[in-house]
């Protein structure tokens, strides 16, 4: 048998195994699959800014060595300004409290995304069983 496609009228999809997929299920499975692909975009970020914030505390512990009277370089937006050990790990500090605040912000996205991806696939899988599957690769 054929799959049906939805007209104004009708609006049950019809697939090979005779799973009628209701037009709320299509959005529910577009719903699904539109929070996974923001889930692996937020991982990448996430990724990202914990790297950051490794580079950021490498690089206060390698300043501790310097002198107080040293100029150090500091990257600001796309240049680099000088200053004295003091200033320079006090623009580090901030830096990493930011990163840290980035990197919460992103994680409680993820959660409140997780949880109704979460919701979703109770409601898919209950409706649909094995005949769908929801599983990512990791």
């Known amino acids: ?16 195994d005779d799973v009628h997929i209701s037009f709320e299920d299509q959005q529910r499975i577009n719903r699904f699959a539109k929070h996974n692909a923001r889930m692996d975009d937020l991982k990448l970020e996430l990724d990202m800014k914990k790297n950051d914030l490794k580079c950021v ?3 206060l512990e390698e300043i501790e060595l310097f002198d107080e009277d040293e100029d150090i370089p500091f990257l600001t937006g796309e240049v680099f300004l000088s200053h004295k050990l003091g200033k320079t790990q006090e623009l580090l500090a901030d830096t990493k409290a ?5 990197i919460e912000s ?23 069983g094995s005949n769908i599957s929801l599983e990512s690769d990791d």
């Open 106 to 128: 992103i994680e409680a996205k993820a959660k409140v995304i997780k949880a109704e991806m979460d919701e979703l696939k109770a409601l898919l899988y209950q409706r649909f």
């Open 1 to 16: 048998m054929a799959a049906k496609v939805a007209s104004s009228t009708n609006k049950v999809f019809q697939s090979n």
């Open 57 to 59: 505390e490498e690089a």
């Open 98 to 102: 930011q990163t840290l605040k980035e």
